[in-house]
């Protein structure tokens, strides 16, 4: 972590093949063959009315279904279902115009929803000449960089109080919010195990706590809200 990690820029979507292929009984890498941990940036911007060429739609089906479920599929001919599929571990940051809604047009599911805006309301300006962009000092994005590689190395455990104590207070909300239409579901309240470990290990604890739980309900619920 003592350089900046590696980028590599992708060609546009309807040239290349996003999933590992078999063409004439040679295998073929794909683009979404990529390292665990290696953040993925896609950049959707200049996005117009249209029709995607078939290649493109493919790859665009190959992404979304990876960022779904982290699996990538591995075409073979000759193979069940015309693939295998493996596991990854490719977490996604999409940039995007948004238009009035400020959301994805390709890829709308996300987990965390950020609009950029400045002082006055004017929506920032996230595309910048490389010469442009001010980066934070080096000791600074040093600090960032541990504090990330921590939290995807670390692991923490759920002790048996505190899983009581999220069981009851999930079953509370499911309880007051039954008649509204956006109620937390099972897939809400494993998101928010998964936060409140990665959130756990970031402060260097083995172990969830209670006050962990409760800053990650209060931040889970703010961003149901900005998705409304």
Known sequence: WDDPPPTKPVPESNLVHFAPHSENEDLHSGV????????????????????????????????????????????????PGNGFEFQTDIPCIVLCDGGKSGKSVFLPENDVHVRLTVDGGRVFNAYKASKDLVLPPAAKLQSFRKLVCGAMMGTSKVTQDVAQYIQDDFVKERTEGASRPDTVTPQDLMLRMNLVRTLAVTHHENEVSRVAWDRVKALDLSRRARLQ
């Open 32 to 79: 979404l063959q990529l390292p665990a941990g290696t953040v993925l940036t896609v950049l959707e911007a200049n996005v117009r009315e249209g029709t995607l060429p078939s290649k493109a739609a493919e790859n665009l089906h190959i992404l979304r279904n990876m960022l779904r479920t982290q699996t990538l599929q591995y075409k073979f001919p000759y193979a």
